[in-house]
């Protein structure tokens, strides 16, 4: 292979043959760059100066830069990939500054408006940061149980040190006046939380992004934290999961403190079950208890039995999910459970006038009860998870 020269002539310069190597003093002292030290101006930033060719027969590479565009050893796609870096770069955010403002105004006015926007957004969904630490002093004073006006949320971000920061009690003000309708409250909080989404998921994209590049020795894996990341989105809020151990140990002292002035055996939610009560101490937050037997050894009877004594003794919200069974056989063997009348009658009909005032108490008891069943046989563990997060939304914690 031959060796490139070090020197390219200019395009417009170029001879249509090649001219001779070997060029006298006379030809030296003529040429601009080493007669004179003042150097051309460089060429505009769409057309950047040709570079030496590589030296190997290999295609240059091509690598993702840090603003999102690609990036390359050839003159031409530089500069378009230049263009498209700039215009990512310039792009702002998806955000409705209205919107917040409304919100905050109609949550300094009413009560109720707390109420809605806290069932929809959190501090993070805010774009503009005084609108967050302004949604951060009402919910505090909303949580104390005190009222959350002009003057006592110009109080807390005073205690905070804000106040100043943010321009004053004037904006607090101003958030008052641009409220069009406190009645909205619950409106403006979805706008606020669609453009969070939006911003989430440009952030999950960029996080995706990475994980592809990073070439993962596990694909599957892979492809799993991109659907989890995802899935966050969807549910409004991306996660962290690293904490400090410091920040953890002071969670477990404050739960340790709790559980002992209680001073119960049983800390989690009450299976039914005695023996297995004393063995888990109750049902615990954020644990998977897994029930595994051989068919037909009553491991839906088992389930079925947690759940009736949660949703009816306990009156806690229960949810069955069955990729086996339907509704109806499920809510069936719950009611013969309650009511203490055998299956087999039930199912042929052939109940006597006890068994139907067994069945009619039972049946006020489970229309009562906060159960639901699911009986989806193709759900997902994903869509499990969202439903039973979308369930405790609307009911509060499940038991």
């Known amino acids: 292979m031959n060796a490139p020269s070090s020197e390219i002539p200019e395009p417009s310069e170029r001879p249509e043959e090649a001219p001779d190597q070997s060029p006298d003093a006379t030809d030296l002292q003529s040429d601009p760059l080493v007669a004179s030290p003042t150097l051309e101006p460089p060429p505009a930033l769409g057309e950047p100066p040709p570079i030496e060719p590589p ?10 830069s840090s603003a999102g565009s690609w990036s390359g050893s050839r003159s031409g796609d530089q500069s378009q990939n230049r263009r498209a870096s700039g215009s990512l770069a310039s792009r702002v955010p998806p955000h409705n500054l209205d919107a917040e403002a409304s919100l905050l105004g109609a949550m300094l006015l009413s009560r109720d408006a707390i109420a809605d926007a806290l069932e929809v957004v959190a501090a993070e969904h805010f774009y503009k940061p005084s609108h967050s630490h302004v949604f951060e002093a009402i919910c505090g004073l909303y949580s104390s149980g005190e009222p959350a006006d002009s003057v006592t949320v110009a109080e807390a971000l005073t205690r905070s040190g804000l106040l100043e920061q943010m321009g004053g009690t004037g904006l607090l003000l101003e958030l008052q006046a641009s409220t069009p309708a406190t009645s909205s409250a619950s409106k403006y909080a979805r706008i606020i939380q669609e453009h969070a989404t939006l911003r989430g998921l440009i952030g999950a994209a960029n996080e995706i992004a990475e994980i592809g590049y990073g070439r993962p020795d596990d694909v599957v894996k892979a492809v799993d934290e991109a659907e989890n990341l995802v899935f966050q989105v969807g549910q409004g809020r991306v996660t962290d999961s690293m904490a400090q151990m410091r920040d953890v140990l002071s969670a477990n002292l404050d739960r340790l403190e709790d559980l002992y002035e209680r001073g119960e055996e049983i800390t989690g939610t009450p299976s039914g079950y005695d023996d297995l009560d004393r ?3 109750g049902l615990q937050d954020e644990t998977l208890t897994i029930v595994g037997a051989r068919p037909a ?46 299956a087999t009658n039930i199912r042929n009909g052939q109940l006597s006038a006890e068994d ?10 489970l229309g009562d009860a906060h159960i639901w069943i699911d009986d989806n046989p193709n759900i997902s563990v994903m869509e499990i998870r969202a439903k039973a997060r979308r369930l405790k939304s609307r009911v509060g914690n499940l038991g």
């Open 356 to 365: 139907w005032t067994k069945i009619n108490r039972a049946t006020g008891k």
């Open 55 to 64: 030296e190997y027969d290999e295609p240059p590479r091509w690598e993702p």
């Open 279 to 281: 063995l888990l101490s």
């Open 297 to 342: 050894m009553g491991k839906t009877s088992f389930a079925l039995g947690i759940a009736a004594h949660v949703g009816i003794r306990k009156a806690l919200p229960a949810v069955v999910f069955s990729l086996e069974m339907s509704q109806l056989e499920l809510s069936q063997r719950i009611l013969c459970s309650e009511a203490r009348v055998d």
